[in-house]
């Protein structure tokens, strides 16, 4: 799931918390925990915990590479055909981009 709305970015040092792409938790365990994994990676370890994800928490945009998106929707955006909200991350995506200091 992705939106723009208010949110946390959980990336210690990310600076972003509104006015750009954010994305969920995702379900799947095993890319949760990657997810989680790079959170804790990025603070140290010493300011997240799965237990402090609300569903406000989320990653923003800045933390993704453009290969962690669904290709085929990405050329279908740069055609016009789809809009940048409907692009997905996809399914064993996962952050690897640490917040700019």
Not at 23 to 43: C, G, L, Q, V, Y
Not at 76 to 93: D, I
């Amino acid at each position: 799931m992705s939106g723009r709305d208010n949110f946390r970015c959980v990336v210690y040092g990310c600076k972003y918390q509104h006015g750009i792409r954010s994305f969920s938790f995702p379900t799947n365990s095993i890319i949760r925990n990657k997810w989680i994994d790079f959170a804790k990676k990025t603070s140290g370890g010493d300011h997240f915990s799965e237990d402090s994800i609300t569903k406000k928490s989320k990653v923003c945009s800045t933390h993704f590479l453009s290969t962690d998106y669904n290709q085929s929707q990405v050329q279908q955006c740069k055609m016009g055909l789809l809009s940048e909200e409907k692009v997905h991350l996809h399914r064993e995506a996962y952050p690897s981009i640490p917040a700019k200091v």
